[in-house]
């Protein structure tokens, strides 16, 4: 039986999956007959990288194809169905750059391109896969022929890091035409999912599909082999539990738990809830990973947003806890867990971190706004039935033997003051330098 990654396998360009401009420029060059020598086709994997290259070789050999066409392969004829399914072609080769990345691999791959093609209409077409593992005399083998190329050959170069290439042979780029693959989103994967369900014949529950889009980190291929992997786990529909537990995927209680020790600022529960983690054999990076996602969502919806791709347990989950948790402190939250990551995923023990890390969430202080503090410091400036302070003027009016007494207090006050050492030697100081009155200077009579 073949795997449904295979057999799903897109073969127009229409059929790509959140690639419509890589799509619409490829169908665009072959019906305008703009194809160009070569192509860096970069992006993640599981994406259509590849799965895009066959589908321009189709359309560049396609028997039935007409130049009036809008550049799509038929998909039925014999060259067509060859090369979408991998096999043998005198005009498709297909090369892993991982197992021929050295020069002798280059200078036999110039050496083949030098050949016409098998028919007049047709094109050779060099698809090199994981391009970043070629070395660069191997680049260099291939700059000539890539600078110019013999007619109706096509390269197309498919990698996941092409920021190697740039490192390594910065000048080749400059000879390709590059696209950029995106990831694709959880509700496309959803959608797609549900086709290949409903061709198949399968029950499949909409959560156990959220799961699933959510565990294939944006690649179409890996998605339909978690659901290949899902199915070969046994009869009957297929349901979110029965997801979690072939993927080994964190249940939705957990995360429920782990709010309730933050909200109720609850440290003592942090042990029982990791020591249950690692009783069901979870992986606690993967922990750590849902623990952010559910953060995320709570942000999300306490700012206004609606979460999306969640089951409906942590639905639930989060429209509990997020009136609970202001946005701020989810901030905060965040900000100590990407603080932690490159720590947790270097520790070799990682229960200590995961631990610190809730126990810090569980015992962090929340934030006050500071209107709140003035209204607050407004409100209990005067408490409830005492009366209020009188102003000074009504105090003297009121009681002048009080203001007597205090003027009288403060005048006795340095009497009792005992003088120090220091201002002793002050007086005596200023007394000598100070001039003695003569007695005539009382007189009025002056010196002779």
């Known amino acids: 039986m073949i795997a449904l990654a295979r057999k ?219 659901l290949d992997q899902v199915l070969s786990f046994g009869e009957g529909p297929v349901t979110a539990a029965r997801v979690r537990e072939v993927l080994g995927l964190i249940p939705d209680e957990l995360y429920g738990e782990m709010l309730r020790a933050i909200v109720e600022r609850d440290p003592a529960a942090i042990f029982p809830l990791v020591d249950r983690l690692l009783e069901a054999g979870a992986d606690l990076g993967e922990f750590v990973n849902g623990a952010g996602e559910t953060l995320r969502a709570l942000l999300l919806a306490g700012v206004g947003g609606q979460p999306e791709g969640l089951t409906e347990g942590l639905m639930g989950v989060v429209r509990e806890y997020a009136p609970q948790l202001p946005p701020a402190d989810i901030v905060r939250l965040l900000t100590i867990l990407s603080d932690s990551e490159e720590r947790l995923s270097r520790s070799a023990n990682q229960r200590l971190l995961v631990e610190v890390l809730l126990l810090r969430w569980a015992m962090l202080d929340r934030t006050v706004e500071l209107s709140e503090v003035i209204d607050a410091l407004a409100k209990g400036a005067v408490p409830t039935g005492r009366p209020p302070v009188p102003p000074v003027s009504s105090v003297s009016s009121v009681n002048p033997s009080a203001r007597s007494s205090n003027q009288h207090s403060k005048t006795s006050a340095p009497s009792g003051r005992k003088s120090s050492p220091r201002h002793a030697r002050r007086r005596r100081c200023s007394a000598a330098s100070s001039p003695k009155r003569r007695p005539w200077a009382s007189t009025g009579e002056s010196s002779r």
Not at 165 to 173: D, H, K, R, W
């Open 8 to 226: 799903y396998r897109p073969k127009q360009f229409s059929d790509l999956i959140a690639q419509d401009h890589v799509a619409a420029a490829l169908r665009g060059a072959v019906a305008q007959c703009r194809v160009a020598h070569g192509y860096l086709f970069a992006g993640p994997r599981g994406v259509g990288k590849t799965t895009a290259a066959r589908i321009l070789a189709m359309a560049l050999n396609c028997e039935r194809r007409k130049p009036g066409d809008a550049g799509e392969p038929c998909g039925e004829c014999d060259a067509c169905r060859r090369i979408w399914t991998g096999a043998a072609s005198l005009d498709v080769v297909e090369l892993d750059a991982a197992s021929n990345r050295g020069v002798d691999d280059a200078r036999d791959l110039r050496e083949r391109a030098m050949y016409a093609a098998s028919t007049e209409s047709g094109s050779k077409v060099y698809i090199v896969d994981e391009a970043h593992m070629l070395t660069r005399e191997a680049w260099n083998a291939l700059l000539k022929i890539l600078e110019e190329p013999p007619p109706r050959v096509v390269f197309v170069f498919a990698t996941t890091e092409p920021q190697k290439i740039a490192n390594t042979a910065a000048p080749i780029l400059s000879r390709l035409q590059r696209f950029d693959f995106r990831r694709i989103g959880p509700h496309a994967i959803v959608a797609r999912l549900k086709q290949v369900a409903a061709a198949e014949q399968l029950k499949v529950e909409d959560d156990a599909l959220h799961l699933i889009a959510r565990s294939a980190n944006g690649g179409m291929r890996d998605a339909l082999s978690l």
